[in-house]
């Protein structure tokens, strides 16, 4: 039946209640006292990988067909078992992380508008009744995470959401049930500060929120980086071919990173790639972040590439876009942002105080950014 799980598995959930109801939902996490699971039965194993997942919620996007509707779905109930489990002091790391990223390729699915299974009801049902039994529980975050996907666009509502969904997932919640809320969550935060560039590093510093009105005017506006412009560029996000050929070239550099050829087709990509980010409109940033693009420009950032020097026209774009940012109160700062980021090698790059102008969901990725997977 499902690619996901190897195998069919032809008992429902309803079926293996009997089974299960040492480990129910109620003795999860709240009485650690009492062992969840019976240590003398042989252990289930059931293989999953983060990559697999997000394929799935691909594919489903782009073709809801029955087949691939009953894949999601198992999908779903996999990532939903997973937050319930997951560590509580690691869930905003886990957020950051491929896993996050799987999940939140689901949520922009449709099929959380889809009917629910008896099973799935019944499952959302006990969900439901632990989470707002006690927003105070420890077990919150899980609780969201794991309930969050069942639900229908702006069908769910958790009182002072503020206090009770974490900051790291405040706005995907917004966006999913109190979009009305996101103006106000994507103000200027003061609390936050983080830096990208390890101690001891000499740094670039992009990011100075103090530049005053005479830096402001004297410097120049946003250079243009490729030929595709406008929307133009921004249909390449969805350009398969385009994003398959940027994928190989990475491939193809890791192999042999002396190729004159792939080093200059590279260029032209991240100079593309970043002309897609200046054309982004604001709204947009955080879906193209999170959609296959995304995963693309990510991995152009992990590969050895960025740390090849640059040629004198891209220290040039380099200078223009991070002067323009020094100033992080203009417009399209953040677009700025990502668009300078595959042009500094890592451990180059810091930022120095502007952060509190940029949305949590950046900010908890950026540590990760230069990371290989």
Same mark, same amino acid.
């Given at each position: 039946m499902s690619r996901l799980f190897g195998r069919r598995?032809?008992?429902?959930?309803?079926?293996?209640?009997?089974?299960?109801?040492?480990?129910?939902?109620?003795?999860?996490?709240?009485?650690?006292?009492? /062992?969840?699971?019976?240590?003398? !039965?042989?252990?289930?194993?059931?293989?999953?990988? &983060?990559? +697999?997942?997000?394929?799935?919620?691909?594919? @489903?996007?782009?073709?809801?067909?029955?087949? +691939?509707?009953?894949? &999601? =779905?198992?999908?779903?109930?996999?990532?939903?078992?997973?937050?319930?489990?997951? /560590?509580?002091?690691?869930?905003?790391?886990?957020?950051?992380?491929?896993?996050?990223?799987?999940?939140?390729? #689901?949520?922009?699915?449709?099929?959380?508008?889809?009917?629910?299974? +008896?099973?799935?009801?019944?499952?959302?049902?006990? #969900?439901?009744?632990?989470?707002?039994?006690?927003?105070? +529980? /420890?077990?919150?975050?899980?609780?969201?995470?794991?309930?969050?996907? @069942?639900?229908? =666009?702006?069908k769910m509502k958790v009182r002072h959401c503020d206090k009770n969904v974490p900051s790291w997932l405040l706005e995907d919640y917004a966006s999913l049930f109190e979009p009305e809320l996101l103006p106000r969550l994507r103000q200027p935060s003061i609390t936050v500060?983080?830096? #990208?560039? /390890?101690?001891? !590093?000499?740094?670039?510093?992009?990011?100075?929120?103090?530049?005053?009105?005479?830096?402001?005017?004297?410097?120049?506006g946003l250079p243009r980086l490729a030929s595709h412009t406008g929307e133009q560029a921004l249909q390449l996000t969805a350009s398969e071919e385009f994003l398959t050929r940027l994928s190989g070239l990475v491939n193809l550099f890791e192999i042999d990173p002396t190729d004159a050829d792939i080093l200059q087709e590279l260029a032209s990509f991240r100079r593309q790639i970043g002309q897609i980010w200046l054309d982004t409109p604001d709204e947009q940033v955080k879906v193209l972040f999170d959609a296959p693009f995304g995963e693309a420009y990510r991995k152009l950032l992990r590969s050895g590439y960025v740390a090849v020097p640059l040629a004198d026209q891209d220290r040039q774009l380099r200078l223009d876009l991070a002067r323009y940012v020094r100033n992080m109160t203009r417009p399209k700062a953040l677009q700025v942002v990502l668009a300078v980021l595959p042009f500094f090698p890592p451990g180059k790059i810091e930022f120095a105080g502007g952060e509190q102008f940029m949305p949590q969901w950046l900010l908890g990725t950026l540590p990760t950014l230069y990371v290989k997977a």
């Amino acid at each position: 039946m499902s690619r996901l799980f190897g195998r069919r598995d032809t008992v429902s959930w309803s079926e293996r209640k009997g089974e299960n109801d040492g480990i129910g939902l109620e003795t999860l996490v709240s009485d650690p006292g009492q /062992p969840t699971i019976d240590l003398s !039965h042989r252990p289930r194993i059931t293989p999953w990988s &983060a990559a +697999r997942l997000s394929t799935i919620f691909r594919d @489903y996007a782009a073709d809801p067909s029955a087949a +691939r509707l009953a894949e &999601a =779905r198992l999908a779903r109930q996999c990532l939903s078992q997973f937050w319930l489990n997951a /560590p509580i002091d690691s869930l905003e790391f886990l957020y950051a992380s491929e896993i996050g990223q799987c999940y939140r390729t #689901l949520i922009t699915t449709d099929l959380s508008a889809q009917s629910l299974l +008896r099973d799935e009801e019944t499952w959302k049902d006990l #969900l439901c009744q632990r989470l707002f039994s006690g927003l105070e +529980r /420890p077990e919150t975050a899980n609780l969201l995470l794991a309930v969050m996907p @069942y639900f229908r =666009r702006g069908k769910m509502k958790v009182r002072h959401c503020d206090k009770n969904v974490p900051s790291w997932l405040l706005e995907d919640y917004a966006s999913l049930f109190e979009p009305e809320l996101l103006p106000r969550l994507r103000q200027p935060s003061i609390t936050v500060r983080k830096a #990208l560039a /390890p101690v001891g !590093h000499r740094a670039e510093r992009i990011v100075d929120p103090a530049a005053g009105p005479a830096l402001e005017a004297a410097l120049p506006g946003l250079p243009r980086l490729a030929s595709h412009t406008g929307e133009q560029a921004l249909q390449l996000t969805a350009s398969e071919e385009f994003l398959t050929r940027l994928s190989g070239l990475v491939n193809l550099f890791e192999i042999d990173p002396t190729d004159a050829d792939i080093l200059q087709e590279l260029a032209s990509f991240r100079r593309q790639i970043g002309q897609i980010w200046l054309d982004t409109p604001d709204e947009q940033v955080k879906v193209l972040f999170d959609a296959p693009f995304g995963e693309a420009y990510r991995k152009l950032l992990r590969s050895g590439y960025v740390a090849v020097p640059l040629a004198d026209q891209d220290r040039q774009l380099r200078l223009d876009l991070a002067r323009y940012v020094r100033n992080m109160t203009r417009p399209k700062a953040l677009q700025v942002v990502l668009a300078v980021l595959p042009f500094f090698p890592p451990g180059k790059i810091e930022f120095a105080g502007g952060e509190q102008f940029m949305p949590q969901w950046l900010l908890g990725t950026l540590p990760t950014l230069y990371v290989k997977a």
